[in-house]
């Protein structure tokens, strides 16, 4: 049974991109959340990654407090990442053979149950940098299972037509938590009866709150083609999908590329902060702040995108851009410098996200959601062991060498994807041609 070759519907021949075919009910900005399911789900995205924004802050600050390095920070990093690499794959399957609304239920409570234990470790004096990287393990094994669940769970909520659109309000919601989270973690971390305390109880009600909308949400049960197949034939055959579309290989790794190299650059925050700077935790909140109102322009002008035969076009204006924007920030000598950048660098990699998201989605049949979107999650779990390195090299040269060096990387990666490979010319030459025609299969021969 292991040999066998996943079955491509014809459906998926006959439209390889069928979130990039024109759409008549796709029409407003925020066209999905009249849907009231997808509107509960996205709501109770917003208490989640407040949470996860708010952590992001929380524990870069605490991790930086603890041990003074910039390498404790890309231990902490991987901390997440462990976890995500070991278990993604098997959070995919999970994603498309167990309900998703439990599944998603559960993590968010595990999750809730883990910030309260950090929390009474800082009020009781008890935590260490170990506890922090523990807290790191758990997180990045929830979001294994989370994510994927997550993800496939939108299609089934608003359908082909809205795909598009809610993709980007998903992430839209992440950024828009990104202008909160920060913020208000920096805000609460300065003030001395809350602190770092107050912040991690916080986050511990945020993610209960999520868990209390999940359940509110009908739907989201098992795909019944991968129900009756044995796990491990499972990863298998969706990992053979993926190998054989015409498509997903080129799309997850110009998905991989940005996000392995770049997103790591806010893991230095702190270092920033401490060393470039001179500033204390307001300007740590400051800085997520100006990024995430830059992140949550390029998502919002990917929800409002109706021309789409020109998106494959932006999503690469919008890689390169980032680049830019990474050099711009790590030349930056003054914060007010920083955070101008920070808004660029927001804009650019989000709307680049946003939009090779939708494209992903858009190009898997259904079956293969869960498992697909696993596979591209793959890049958030490698990226922590790309993170470790930059540290180490950034307490070698200096922060900002460094991430400028990651600026000029990522577009030189980028450029060769884009000049050589032919799965990306393909792409560009279908939209080139109009989204009404029709590609003789949707995989490689």
């Known amino acids: ?47 989640s990654f407040t949470a996860i924004q708010m952590m992001i802050t929380a524990q870069g600050f605490l991790t930086f407090e603890l041990t003074g390095t910039a390498t404790s920070l890309g231990l902490v990093s991987l901390g997440w990442g462990i976890p995500q690499l070991l278990f993604t794959l098997v959070g995919g399957v999970a994603a498309d053979r ?22 009474v470790l800082i009020q009781t004096d008890l935590v260490t940098v170990w506890h922090v990287f523990v807290m790191a393990l758990i997180t990045g094994t929830v979001f294994a299972f989370n994510v994927p669940a997550r993800q496939a ?7 082909e037509e809205r795909l598009m659109n809610a993709v980007a309000l998903n992430t839209t919601a992440f950024t828009s938590t990104g202008i909160i989270g920060p913020a208000l973690a ?23 709150m999520t868990a209390v909308l999940l359940a509110r949400i009908p739907g989201g049960a ?62 740590l909140g400051m800085m997520g702040l100006f990024m995430a109102m830059g992140a949550l322009v390029g998502s919002l002008g990917v929800a409002s995108l109706t021309n789409r035969s020109k998106r494959s076009q932006i999503q690469i ?21 920083g955070l101008l950048a920070l808004v660029f660098v927001g804009l650019a990699s989000n709307g680049y996200w946003a939009l090779n998201n939708t494209m992903v989605l858009g190009a898997t049949d ?63 030459e279908l939209e080139s041609g109009g989204l009404n025609e029709r590609a003789s299969s949707a995989t490689q021969a």
């Open 1 to 47: 049974m292991m040999e066998s070759t996943p079955q491509i519907p014809h459906a998926a021949a006959a439209d390889p991109i069928p979130g990039l075919s024109p759409s008549t009910d796709n029409r407003g900005t925020f066209a999905s959340l009249r849907n009231p399911n997808f509107r509960l789900l996205w709501i109770s995205m917003l208490f």
């Open 98 to 119: 167990l309900h998703k609304r439990w599944l998603t239920v559960i993590s968010q409570s595990i999750m809730a149950i883990t910030s309260t234990g950090l929390a």
């Open 153 to 159: 769970w939108i299609p089934e909520l608003v359908g």
């Open 186 to 208: 920096g805000g609460l971390i300065a003030v001395p009866f809350i602190g770092l305390t107050g912040v991690y109880y916080l986050m511990a009600a945020c993610y209960a």
């Open 222 to 283: 098992p795909s019944e083609n991968v129900e009756r197949e044995p796990p491990l034939q499972a990863m298998f055959d969706g990992i053979r999908y993926v190998r054989r579309h015409r498509f997903l290989p080129t799309l997850i790794l110009m998905g991989f590329v940005p996000i392995v190299l770049g997103m790591p650059y806010r893991t230095f925050f702190p270092v920033f902060v401490d060393d470039v700077y001179g500033a204390g935790p307001v300007a």
């Open 317 to 337: 204006v919008g890689g390169l851009g980032f680049g830019v924007a990474l050099i711009l920030f790590a030349a930056a000598p003054v914060l007010w410098m």
């Open 366 to 428: 259904p079956a293969y959601f869960g498992r697909v979107m696993s596979i591209y999650m793959l890049s958030w779990s490698v990226m922590p062991f790309v993170a470790l390195p930059q540290s180490a090299l950034a307490d070698g040269i200096g922060v900002q060498w460094m991430l400028g060096g990651v600026g000029i990387l990522l577009i030189a990666v980028l450029l060769a994807i884009i000049l050589l490979l032919p799965g990306y010319r393909r792409l560009h």
